[in-house]
């Protein structure tokens, strides 16, 4: 059970990005939030969703009707994707939401922040603050095109800025920080260049696959016991094929000892998980990648990836070395892991103000 227990934490702290809820997130000047829900056909509730169902929606999104209504002046955008239903998966995959489910989320989220809805006919491009703030509304929301048909009712289309006025680049499922910043930097050149009026989304985040998984079991001290025990049977067993009735003599647990921590510490070591094999969770990898990136590998980074300077850095930096330049780079939405290790909206403030225009949206 203890053995259970400690697996089903180490697949949850891969699902967890952030440590705050959606109060604290605003709070700190957060003002995109990405809303993944999933239906749980038990319970008949929707929950939020990261790889797996967390708390109920219902406090979440008081929270954020309960920010506005103290904040007429804050405009927060609310991007829903990712609609799921755990529990009716075909093999590993988990199926989309059933329409009439969307249906009622859509409803759900559509009343209960009427009084807030800024309709989509009022991006031009050159939409300022001041023309939002005279609606009395402060909130967008945007929908995935694939999504809307099922999520909303037509009285609603009005609403949905979706990606035809704010576009989304590519997601690309990165592991490192390294080429996260090699892809967005070309994306976000592009998107200056043809993209000069609209609004764009861009995700600032790594993204665990096997690779950064792998790296965090085998730092997991649960594991490796059960990874050295299982090294030392087979040793036993190679040595005298009758493991069942011998114990390893103090000599041979030695040597099994030193035997696995080289081929454990050369593991770590290899190429693909120069970056990957660090963190032992999404908070822990989010952190790493926003403050210090690949600067502060065991070996030089230089040695598996191009030497250069800012894809090699943290997010935090290469942000900071994009708001510098906004001739060459458009920074209009970036999400983030880890809101708390992240420096953006710092950076947003300290950019809007050397900026003598009118601060459009």
């Not at 702290?13 to 993944?36: C, K, M, P, S």
């Not at 005298?240 to 510490?265: K, Q, W, Y």
């Not at 094999?277 to 790493?288: C, D, S, V």
Request: with cysteine; net charge neutral; charged share 20%.
């Amino acid at each position: 059970m203890l053995c259970f227990h400690s697996l089903q934490k180490i697949i949850c702290d891969w699902a967890v990005n952030h440590t705050g809820d959606f109060r604290d997130q605003l709070e700190h000047g957060y003002r995109v939030l990405d809303l993944r829900i999933c239906h749980l056909p038990t319970t008949k509730s929707f929950h939020w969703w990261h790889g797996v169902a967390g708390a109920d929606i219902t406090d979440g999104l008081q929270q954020i009707k309960k920010f506005l209504v103290e904040n007429p002046k804050e405009i927060v955008m609310l991007r829903i994707s990712h609609l799921k239903c755990p529990g009716t998966s075909k093999g590993l995959r988990k199926l989309e939401m059933p329409t009439v489910v969307t249906k009622e989320l859509g409803d759900l989220i559509f009343s209960l922040f009427s009084d807030h809805l800024l309709p989509s006919s009022l991006f031009r491009g050159t939409t300022t603050f001041d023309e939002i703030w005279k609606t009395g509304k402060n909130v967008f929301v945007f929908i995935e095109d694939t999504l809307f048909n099922r999520l909303g009712h037509a009285e609603h289309f009005t609403y949905n800025w979706a990606d035809r006025r704010v576009h989304g680049a590519k997601f690309e499922f990165l592991t490192n920080p390294h080429d996260v910043l090699h892809f967005r930097d070309n994306v976000l050149s592009a998107q200056r260049r043809t993209l000069p009026n609209d609004m764009t989304y861009n995700p600032m985040i790594v993204t665990h696959q096997t690779k950064n998984v792998v790296g965090a079991l085998l730092r997991n001290t649960l594991v490796q016991v059960i990874l050295f025990s299982a090294f030392a049977q087979l040793l036993c067993l190679y040595q005298t094929n009758d493991f069942p009735r011998r114990l390893l003599s103090f000599g041979e647990m030695a040597s099994a000892v030193l035997i696995f921590l080289i081929i454990r510490t050369l593991w770590l070591s290899m190429d693909f998980l120069a970056f990957e094999g660090r963190a032992e969770n999404l908070i822990e990898m989010a952190k790493i990648a926003n403050t210090s990136g690949m600067s502060e590998l065991t070996f030089p980074a230089s040695l598996w990836y191009p030497p250069t300077r800012l894809y090699n850095g943290g997010f935090n930096a290469a942000l900071r070395a994009w708001s510098a330049d906004p001739k060459q780079y458009k920074l209009n939405i970036i999400t983030v892991d880890d809101f708390h290790s992240s420096e953006i909206v710092d950076i947003a403030i300290s950019f809007l103000q050397t900026q003598d225009s009118p601060k459009n949206i």
